[in-house]
């Protein structure tokens, strides 16, 4: 491309302009960890954003500085729209907060964790509550089997545990 077509500008602005992040239509729901997970980022993210205000000059943090202003307008609605839920220990259901221990049609144990959507972590086998497998599990009690409705085919559980 000739020269003759690229403003300065837009060259000096490159990496600036970056989407917002998307913010879910479902409802906030967190637990404490996950509010506490919140207020956690939006500090670190703070402090970045001062650190890099400093070397505002460099290009790369020119761009590390939009990237983190756009995260932390993200992590502030997050938490502006938070409804900080606390599960129901007497409840014999599966419901949101809920460590739900089932078994797969192998036999094999698995435990997750019904969390809100910037809980997820599935390493830790956090699983959000608008998951397909969130879904499979909620309002149902122990000893009950439900179809976990799956891409790779169905999957029958058994609960086998509830805790709170």
């Known amino acids: 491309?000739?020269?003759?077509?690229?403003?300065?500008?837009?060259?000096?602005?490159?990496?600036?302009?970056?989407?917002?992040r998307p913010v879910s239509m479902q409802p906030n729901y967190v637990t404490a960890n996950g509010y506490a997970q919140l207020q956690q980022q939006a500090t670190a993210l703070e402090q970045e954003i001062l650190s890099l205000k400093s070397k505002q000059d460099e290009s790369a943090a020119q761009q590390r500085l939009v990237i983190m202003n756009r995260d932390l307008r993200y992590v502030a609605a997050?938490?502006?729209?938070?409804?900080?839920?606390?599960?129901?220990?007497?409840s014999s259901q599966v419901l949101f907060g809920a460590k739900v221990t089932v078994e797969d049609e192998n036999g094999d144990s698995h435990t997750y964790e019904i969390v809100g959507?910037?809980?997820?972590?599935?390493?830790?086998?956090?699983?959000?509550?608008t998951s397909p497998l969130a879904k499979a599990l909620i309002?149902?009690?122990?000893?009950?089997?439900?179809?976990?409705?799956?891409?790779?085919?169905?999957?029958?559980?058994?609960?086998?545990a509830i805790k709170y």
Not at 13 to 19: K, L
Not at 117 to 129: F, G, L, P, Q, R
Not at 139 to 160: C, K
């Open 117 to 129: 959507e910037d809980e997820t972590d599935i390493k830790a086998n956090k699983v959000s509550w």
């Open 139 to 160: 309002g149902h009690n122990v000893g009950e089997t439900v179809v976990w409705t799956r891409p790779a085919g169905n999957s029958l559980l058994e609960i086998i």
């Open 78 to 90: 997050r938490l502006e729209s938070a409804l900080l839920t606390k599960p129901d220990a007497a």
């Open 1 to 20: 491309m000739s020269r003759g077509f690229v403003k300065e500008d837009d060259l000096e602005h490159a990496g600036t302009d970056v989407p917002e």
